[in-house]
């Protein structure tokens, strides 16, 4: 199980997209939320879409390995997904929340826990702002998430820096490749 945290910004997703695609062992964890689709996201790929009736209902059966609150909607890591996925030899990759990690950390201490960071504040500003798809609240709501994620930087197994997104994917798959062929 591999989990990667980081302030939005860092280049989560396109990082984890590339591994994805790196190698058939490795595969994604879909979590459940609250959140609305965008775009050309689909239910059951990107996330699993639930009201937040359906969301508090699995919460309180503990049918979340993890959950939190990010940017005002809920999001959760289905045990059941978790350990299907494991259960076929597969990397199990989770793009989470520190908060979610860190409660992942406790209950699978086995887990690699992967922090990426983006190389500067500047950096980090100027990508959100690029995205041009937030709003000035957005952005500084983020900003401020940021800066409290990344005091929990240090908790993490490994630290890595999204300056170039090749130089930091292959980082990463080194680190897996290192931890998981020990316990395959
Ligand atoms: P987005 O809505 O942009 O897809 O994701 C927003 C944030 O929610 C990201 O930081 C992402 O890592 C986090 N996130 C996505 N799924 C989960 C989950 O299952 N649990 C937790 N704790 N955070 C999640």
Known sequence: ????????????????????ESSPLIV???????RKP?????????????TEEEFVRKRDAGEFLEWAVVHGNLYG????????????????????????GLSVKEKRPEALMVFLMPPSWEELEKRLRGRGTDSEKVIIER??????????AERYD???????VERCVSEI?????SRCSDHR
């Open 143 to 152: 900003l401020r998430n940021a800066r409290s994620e990344m005091e929990h």
């Open 77 to 100: 890591t289905l045990t059941s997904f978790v350990d299907e996925k494991l259960a076929e030899g597969k990397d199990l990759l989770l793009e989470i929340d520190v908060q979610g």
């Open 38 to 50: 965008r775009g050309s996201e689909i239910d059951g790929k990107d996330y699993f879409f639930v």
């Open 158 to 164: 490994k630290r890595v820096i999204n300056d170039s």
């Open 1 to 20: 199980m591999i989990v990667i945290s980081g302030p939005s910004g860092t280049g989560k997703s396109t990082v984890v997209r590339r591994l994805l």
């Open 173 to 177: 798959a080194e680190i897996i490749e």
């Open 28 to 34: 994604s964890s879909v979590s459940m939320t609250t």
